[in-house]
């Protein structure tokens, strides 16, 4: 039997009891309130949780705060004194404060034992033991949630230096008593959310541009335009490859908030015939959205919702990834998605609680998983420079030129010239056709100059900027889910008549109706039984059972 | 010595067993009896039809009766094995153990090996109600520029 004690905020000393997974109280009918009495405990057992309410005589529990029946200097919290003691179970609450001190919050269980003495005599008399006690506390301050009961392991050793059991460690001493409630909590508040850290401005030196299609074609143009690179290269003495001024452009698969303005670079606005290209200009750079919550609630309300059990999660540019059943089963999960705009990296994070969640015994909040990706799709730019190449010909057909006045400057003159062209040709033919031969040859020198001086620098230079790579996740779906795999236990009619369901608690075995199996059980004042009888019943409550 | 017989419809390890038809047979044993395991011989006629229980009240037990012998057409012979369960259920009910299965009191978060899972796991897909991601990529180019002014 777990205790979960909460303390109502207007009435921190008067404690309103809730247990869960009660075992001892399932046996024994549910007390009925007394129409004539106002404090009888009402204890409504469903589905494994009791809840234990000060009723009304209109018989319906309301969740209230508690009321007092005095007792001399005890007020106690007791349910009809009316009980069947042979067929009901009686939680008996009391606090005790004596003038100045702390209260005492003490809460017994007592049921089904025979006896026919009344369970506040018995309290009275101090015949419960520490058995049967199910919380004590000392405080006046509120109550803790949870409390636990019968800690028998975290007692600590005996002061007998003879004992032998100090000589070893037991265990259980430096425990922390199963102190589930101190736990840090990490709420989604706690998620970073982007602001002007994040997104800080580098004022002009580095500017984001979003551009659609049509202003990509007016970019195109006014790279293009010869003004821009004048006016590029004229500031930017040396300036070869103007395409390095972009950093990166790219693709992303969501949107951002920014606002309209020209387009530049290195504070030039290129213009293509004298428009300047118009597009969105954003300062944000990481984006956050909270993508939704799921919350996986048992399906079984037993161990098979955790074993058995395969969960994955799949998120866009990322893939599938596992989550543990431990963790995020009973727990509401948040998604929440983190993206930059200059990188397309994104960073997932799962946010797990369980606050709302009724099936844990603790409260936990936290981020236990993480994960990345990016979804960035590479824009690929170019232009041609032909600047280079212009430079290299005229480079080239000069020292050409050279060559050719070398050889046939003389030549040419005499053909030119009449007195020359007279001469020469007085010279005779012979002078002409060596002239012309020489001229040939040449010419023929002067085009391979040429021709071998094109390999080398009479080509375009094509300057290029970012890079084309998949970004596969484009082509996945963009939506994010949780997929859970379930093996599905197979439950007979009545099963639990046949063969029981798991326990492990002690229990007086009087306490206890149908199916019956013990995993150890040591019988005491068993009457005229003889060993061989007592053995046999040990044995057989350990292997067939017994229904009571 | 008085024997009473009856008949038992409950399984045997019901602790407090129904038991209905009950006839007293009055006699003495003439020989050694074993009070785990007593045999005695009765008159054929006055053991009822499906008598498969006794009791022994001098003994203060409860026995199954595991055999049944013709001596004679008149004599049956019956032999007895003790019921643990009924004999000392009251002794039993004041003692506590620690329950490893129960038809009640149960915690079902503790591992069950006597529960199968069946092959066939089905697959159930949950899906995050939002996304940034607006199907594909954004018809803008994002294009980051030094010096943009």
Known sequence: ?548 | MTINLYINSDDPIVGNKTLSGGTAVTGTFRATADVLRPTFTVTASSVPSGANYAEIPTFGRYYYITGMRYVTTDLVELSLYVDVRKTFLLELKVNSGIVSRQENLYNMYLPDSKTPIGAHKPVNTYKFTSTPFVGGTSNRVVMLVLGGG
């Open chain 1, 1 to 548: 039997m777990s205790l979960v004690i909460r303390g109502d905020s207007g009435y921190p000393d008067t404690p309103f009891f809730e247990l869960e997974n009660i075992s001892e109280l399932a046996s024994c009918s549910p007390l009925v309130v007394e129409n004539s009495r106002t404090n009888a405990w009402v204890i409504n057992y469903s589905a494994n949780n009791a809840k234990i309410y000060s009723a009304v005589w209109t018989a319906q529990p309301y969740a209230m705060q508690l009321s007092a029946y005095d007792m001399s200097n005890v007020n106690i919290y007791l349910g009809s004194p009316s009980l069947n003691e042979n067929t009901h179970c009686c939680i008996i609450a009391y606090s005790l404060k004596t003038g100045t001190d702390s209260y005492i919050h003490r809460v017994l269980w007592y049921g089904c034992d025979g006896s026919a003495v009344s369970p506040i005599q018995k309290t009275i008399n101090g015949d419960f033991g520490t058995q049967n006690t199910l919380y004590f506390a000392i405080s006046n301050t509120p109550l803790p949630s949870f409390v636990e009961d019968d800690r028998e392991w975290d007692e600590t050793p005996s002061e007998d230096p003879s004992d032998p059991f100090n000589e070893l460690a037991q265990g259980g001493e430096n425990a922390d008593t199963m102190d589930f409630a101190n736990t840090d909590l990490i709420g989604t508040a706690d998620l970073p959310n982007p602001d002007a850290t994040m997104n800080m401005s580098y004022g002009g030196l580095i500017t984001c541009y979003l551009l659609s299609s049509s202003e990509m074609q007016d970019l195109n143009n006014a790279l293009f335009d010869a003004g821009t690179w004048a006016n590029l290269k004229n500031k930017f003495e040396g300036l070869s490859d103007p395409l390095s001024m972009i950093l990166t452009a790219h693709q992303v698969p969501f949107t951002v908030t920014g606002t309209s303005g020209q387009f530049q670079i290195g504070n030039v606005v290129p213009e293509y015939n004298g428009h300047s290209v118009n597009c969105t200009r954003t300062a944000t750079r990481y984006v956050k959205t909270t993508m939704g919550t799921i919350t996986l609630k048992e399906v079984f309300g037993s161990e098979k919702d955790y074993s058995n059990v395969s969960i994955q999660i799949y998120l866009p540019y990322v893939g599938i990834k596992d989550l543990d059943p431990d963790i995020v089963v009973g727990s509401a999960c948040t998604l929440v998605c983190y993206a930059d705009l200059w990188t397309g990296d994104i960073l997932y994070m799962l946010h797990v609680s369980n606050a709302t969640a009724a099936k844990k015994y603790f409260t936990a909040e936290t981020v236990p998983y993480r994960w990345s990706g990016n979804c960035a799709k590479q824009v690929p730019l170019g232009r041609v420079d032909n600047s280079r190449m212009l430079i290299n010909m005229a480079s080239t057909i000069a020292s050409v030129g050279v060559g050719m006045a070398t050889f046939g400057v003389g030549a040419v003159g005499a053909l030119g010239g009449n007195a020359g062209a007279t001469a020469a040709a007085g010279a005779g033919t012979s002078a002409a056709t060596a002239n012309s031969a020489t001229m040939k040859a040449g010419a023929a020198q002067a085009v391979g100059a040429i021709t071998d001086a094109a390999s080398a620098g009479f080509q375009p230079i094509v300057q290029t900027s970012g890079g084309v790579n998949g970004a596969v996740g484009q082509m996945d779906l963009q939506f994010a889910y949780i997929m859970v795999k379930r093996g599905v236990p197979v439950y007979p009619l009545n099963w639990r008549k046949q063969i029981g369901a798991p326990q492990y608690q002690t229990y007086l075995v009087a306490g206890l109706q149908g199916f019956t199996q013990f995993a150890a059980i040591h019988l005491e004042n068993m009457g005229v039984a003889v060993d061989e009888e007592i053995a046999e019943l040990e044995r057989l409550l350990k292997t067939e059972g017994i229904i009571l």
